[in-house]
C-alpha cells in the first residue's frame, strides 16, 4: 500500500521560532497534500490543501502567512510554523491523494509540535 | 451542516471480549464511509471503506457495516487483543462533484484490559 512518511516525529521549539515538518509520499505521486491539525482528545481538523506547482488552499481560520505550505514536487510538501508559539503545540498530519482512479486515504504517522 | 456522530465516546472492555462501536452521519451527498485506527501519538490507519452499495465489510477481526437508508454504521471488533487500545474514527466522504471533502467523527477510544 501507499506509505506516506512525516519528518521530524516530534520536535520542541522555543516561542518565536519557525518550526518545518516534512511530509513525502514514498512510493507514489501525490498531486494533492493535506494538512490536518489534531488537539488532544479532538478530531482531525483540516488546516490546508496543497496542489503541487499552485498555491495551498486554507480554511477557514487558518492564517496562511503563519502556517506556510509548500508542495514544490509530486512526493514532499511541507509545513512551517511561523514564528510558533505554544497556542500552535499540536499533533500535525498530512495525507496523500492523487492515486489514479483512486482517491489516496494514507496519513502519514504525525508530528507532535510542543512549543515552549 | 454535515456531521458525523460516533458513540460511544469511551470504552473499556476485558480482553477477548467483542464490541461495536456506532457511527451516525448526516454527510450528503454521501460517496464513502471509512473507519480508522488512530494508535496514541499515530496517523490514522483506514481498516475498512464502504461506498453506498456496500452493506458490510471485513478486515480481520474487524467488520464494519452501513446502513445508507438510516446513515448508520457499525464497526464490531471481534476476540478483542491488547493492541486493539486506540482510538476509532469514523470518517465519511462527501462529494461536491468536482473534490472531495473528508467528514471526521470524534472518535470513540478504546481500552482493552486484561
Known amino acids: 500500500g501507499a506509505v506516506v512518511s512525516q519528518h521530524p516525529s516530534w520536535v520542541i521549539c522555543k516561542s518565536g521560532t519557525s518550526v518545518k515538518i516534512e511530509c513525502r509520499s514514498l512510493?507514489?505521486?501525490?498531486?494533492?497534500m493535506f494538512w490536518y491539525r489534531q488537539f488532544p482528545k479532538q478530531s482531525l481538523m483540516l488546516m490546508a490543501t496543497?496542489?503541487?506547482?499552485?498555491?495551498?488552499?486554507?480554511e477557514q481560520g487558518v492564517e496562511k502567512d503563519k502556517f506556510l505550505i509548500n508542495h514544490a514536487s509530486l512526493t514532499l510538501s511541507t509545513l512551517t510554523v511561523t514564528s510558533a508559539h505554544p497556542e500552535d503545540s499540536s499533533f500535525y498530519i498530512c495525507?496523500?491523494?492523487?492515486?489514479?482512479?483512486?482517491?489516496?486515504?494514507?496519513f502519514g504517522p504525525g508530528t507532535r509540535l510542543l512549543v515552549l | 451542516k454535515n456531521q458525523v456522530e460516533q458513540s460511544p465516546q469511551s470504552l473499556i472492555i476485558l480482553e477477548g471480549k467483542n464490541c461495536t462501536l456506532q457511527?451516525?452521519?448526516?454527510?450528503?451527498?454521501?460517496?464513502?464511509l471509512r473507519w480508522y485506527k488512530q494508535d496514541t501519538g499515530r496517523g490514522p490507519v483506514s481498516l475498512t471503506i464502504?461506498?453506498?452499495?456496500?452493506n458490510t465489510k471485513s478486515n480481520g477481526r474487524y467488520t464494519a457495516t452501513l446502513d445508507a437508508d438510516t446513515k448508520q454504521s457499525s464497526l464490531h471488533i471481534t476476540a478483542s487483543q491488547l493492541s486493539d487500545s486506540a482510538s476509532y474514527i469514523c470518517?465519511?466522504?462527501?462529494?461536491?462533484?468536482?473534490?472531495?471533502?473528508?467528514?471526521f467523527g470524534t472518535g470513540t477510544r478504546l481500552q482493552v484490559t486484561l
Open positions: 495525507r496523500g491523494g492523487g492515486l489514479a482512479g483512486e482517491e489516496t486515504q494514507y
Open positions: 512510493d507514489f505521486q501525490a498531486t494533492t
Open positions: 496543497s496542489n503541487e506547482g499552485s498555491k495551498a488552499t486554507y
Open positions: 457511527c451516525n452521519y448526516t454527510v450528503s451527498p454521501f460517496s464513502n
Open positions: 464502504m461506498t453506498f452499495s456496500e
Open positions: 470518517v465519511v466522504t462527501l462529494n461536491t462533484g468536482t473534490a472531495s471533502k473528508l467528514t
